[in-house]
């Protein structure tokens, strides 16, 4: 039996990077795995790996910016699996600019999916979790949550968000058995970051990658399977103890830059 035996996990953005490896995590954990995700080929990718080696999951369509997508997608999970024991909000979108060159439908665009897709989430949640007597809930904010990060405004607010989403949850909802925390990440390397790079420095790829890496006091980027193992952990009733905490996995960004 895994260290999430029976349980049951919904996962955003599930179908690529981060959100891909903390689902085929949990999954190898026991855990049975509901992908909400956008992107459906993505989706089916994960949810085919996770069947094949013998887990239990399904993916749901869903747009975390609609209040009525969420809902209608938790149904379907509670009809499917009987309860909702964990929640990851980890569906996002990126920004790069600074207040200057951010312009309103920007700062909307980040609003509607990193914010009110974490709130959609959360509200929809919460009943069943109040109900049931338990449940965690873990956010993917990110350093930029805490400290400045050049041509990120946008981005930086809706993290900012996340993490003060995070702490309000868990101080409303600490006596009615539900966990709430966030980990806050520094540069992971995901196919997003290899897609800007692509995009951006067309020819110099390889500099631009190191020049990114080498941000991070360690010297390199993050590894999604790394961020899946803190995730792990703090989902697990090993971390029964912990609630309202943001957790840095940032390279010694945090404390050594």
Known sequence: MGRLADKTAVITGGGSGIGRSMALRFAQEGAKVAILEM????AASVLDQILSEGGEAQSYHCD?????????????????????????????????????STESADL???????????????????????????????????IASKLGISDRFAYSMSKGAVL????????????????????CPARVHTPFVDGYLKQHYPGKEEEMFQKLSEYQPIGRMGLPDEMASLALFLCSDEASFI???????????????
Do not use: W
Not at 119 to 139: E, R, S, Y
Not at 243 to 257: C, H
């Open 39 to 42: 992107n459906d080929e993505s």
């Open 64 to 100: 975390v910016s609609s209040q009525d997508s969420v809902r209608d997608c938790f149904k379907k999970v509670i009809d499917q699996f009987k309860h909702l024991d964990i929640l990851i909000n980890n569906a996002g979108i990126a920004h790069i600019g600074n207040v200057e």
């Open 164 to 183: 003060t989403m995070t702490l309000s949850v868990a101080k409303d909802y600490v006596d009615k058995g539900i966990r709430c925390n966030c980990i």
């Open 108 to 142: 909307d665009r980040i609003y509607q999916v990193n914010i009110k897709g974490v709130f959609h989430c959360i509200k929809t949640a919460v009943p069943t979790m109040v109900d049931q007597g338990k449940g965690v809930i873990l956010n993917l904010a990110s």
């Open 243 to 257: 609630t309202g905490s943001a957790y840095d996995i940032d390279g010694g960004v945090m404390t050594l830059k």
